[in-house]
């Protein structure tokens, strides 16, 4: 028998990345390891890091440092090691770094670690310039795609007590009702602001048919909403010779059995087609939420950005959407202080909010990031005048939040209960709030159970978080 090689797993940043560490968990479990919580003592701590803005980054370093002091070895993933490779194995000598190349044998890898054979820290290099995989190789399930994770051969997987088999093994590393599915990686686009192409690659959009795989597997260990994420969800398919393709994907997703909810991320304003917008209204089971990436609201400013839109063209965006449905959650993010932003386009910004009626807002403050074209443009606002926009629209979102919230109030909703609370209370999500970053529901109810739909009415709002009591009548999302 092998000997017992015990890794812990650290997850930083986005949706994407918990994809990426339940990714490497499969295949670890695959070689032989066994996982073990973060307050175990592991031979290996596994750090899944972020590399999106500096506050990501600086977290990912200090989270590195702070396993390395707890004793075993330390290996840092993910997207920062990825972008910064051997500059980050010689600016961190505590932690040994892997690149995306690495993943699909992540298993010798580690042993390699644990058997204090020194890994060779790749060079970073632009991901965009690689040969893009054909439609065809990308059903295969022995194809790698560097820098996206790879296909692994499932045969990797025999003896693992893994029941999902498909072109990359999965094991879930929390339990809950809900859980991410990723459709795609990379991104096209090429946004000033923005280095995730860089080192993610170029848009690889997966096979619709191990996306529905995956869901029913899901499914079966008793998910009742999945997530669908990856860097711009309005790209699926364009690879694939088909624009239409989440539009196809959405129904058979949602037909699968067991399944309640699916909801999707990341949706470019651009991209959003009259034919999706009517899916993500229009069927059951596919939740109309519509996390839309903005980014600002100024034209002038968006063509810096190399974006499009403006303040006008998304405000009739989200009419149409709640012409379909009044209720449609919808949420965004915005950078503030971007090279030679100007008090107008400020203001433009602040003008959209005050008619926006978002449900969720996010407020980045504007910084230069290495690898993209707006490091390099001229007319950079001052970092006091970019807190002070910062706080000033932060100020403003918290109260807009709070008045979406109030009006819902005596709104009829279902709530998807996550956690049980204390007399007689529960914590869930209505349809307008996706996982960890849009709020949350606290439900009064009667004998309900982490994972039920009930059917409730907003009587509260606590911010942006409402409280409802369940209807007498359950209907036919009720309890299972």
Request: charged share 30%; net charge negative; glycine share 10%.
């Amino acid at each position: 028998m092998s000997p017992r090689r015990t890794v812990s797993l650290v997850t930083l940043g986005c949706a994407r990345n918990e994809v990426d560490s339940e990714e490497l968990a499969g295949r670890l479990s695959a070689g032989g390891w066994e996982l073990v919580d973060g307050d175990t003592e592991a031979d290996v701590t596994l750090v899944n890091t972020c590399g999106f803005i500096d506050a990501a980054k600086q977290d990912s370093i200090e989270t590195l440092l702070e396993a390395s002091e707890n004793g075993g070895r330390v290996v840092a993933a993910g997207c920062m090691a990825e972008r910064y490779g051997s500059e980050l194995a010689e600016a961190l000598p505590e932690a040994q770094v892997l690149g995306f190349d690495d993943y699909a044998t992540i298993a010798d890898r580690l042993d390699d670690v644990l058997e204090g054979r020194p890994l060779v820290p790749h060079s970073p290099r632009d991901r965009r310039t690689l040969l893009p995989i054909s439609p065809a190789e990308r059903g295969s399930s022995q194809v790698h795609v560097p820098g996206h994770g790879g296909f692994a051969d499932a045969a990797g997987a025999e003896g693992a007590e893994l029941p999902y088999r498909a072109a990359i093994p999965r094991r879930r590393l929390t339990g809950g009702p809900v859980a991410n599915l990723k459709i795609a990686s990379g991104c096209d686009r090429r946004c000033t602001f923005c280095a995730i192409p860089t080192f993610r690659g170029a848009y690889i959009s997966r096979h619709p048919d191990e996306i529905v795989r995956e869901a029913e597997w899901l499914a079966s260990e008793g998910v009742r909403e999945v997530f669908l994420v990856s860097e711009n969800s309005t790209s699926y398919g364009k690879d694939l010779g088909d624009v239409r393709a989440l539009e196809k994907l959405l129904p058979r997703l949602a037909a699968v059995e067991g399944l309640d909810r699916v909801r999707v991320s990341y949706l470019q304003p651009a991209e959003v087609r009259p034919g999706l917008v009517d899916v993500l209204t229009g069927t059951p089971g596919v939740v109309p939420y519509f996390d839309l990436s903005f980014q600002h609201a100024s034209g002038t400013l968006l063509r810096r950005m190399r974006r499009f839109g403006d303040r006008e063209r998304f405000l009739e965006l989200l009419d149409t959407v709640r012409t379909r449905v009044p209720e449609a959650g919808a949420r965004s993010n915005f950078i503030v202080g971007f090279p030679g932003e100007t008090e107008a386009e400020f203001e433009d910004l602040v003008a959209f909010l005050e008619s926006a009626r978002l449900d969720a807002i996010g407020v980045f403050g504007y910084s230069d990031e290495d690898g993209t074209e707006a490091k390099g443009h001229a007319g950079k606002v001052p970092e006091e005048v970019v807190a002070e926009r910062v706080e000033r629209l932060n100020r403003l979102s918290e109260e807009l939040m709070a008045q979406r919230a109030e009006e819902r109030l005596g709104e009829e909703v279902t709530v998807l209960v996550e956690a049980v609370l204390e007399d007689g209370a529960y914590e869930g999500r209505s349809e307008h709030q996706a996982p960890e970053v849009d709020g949350s529901t606290i439900l009064y109810g009667e004998d309900l159970s982490v994972g039920d739909l009930v059917r409730a009415t907003v009587v509260q709002t606590v911010g942006a978080d409402l409280v409802a009591e369940q209807d007498e009548e359950p209907g036919e999302t009720g309890d299972r």
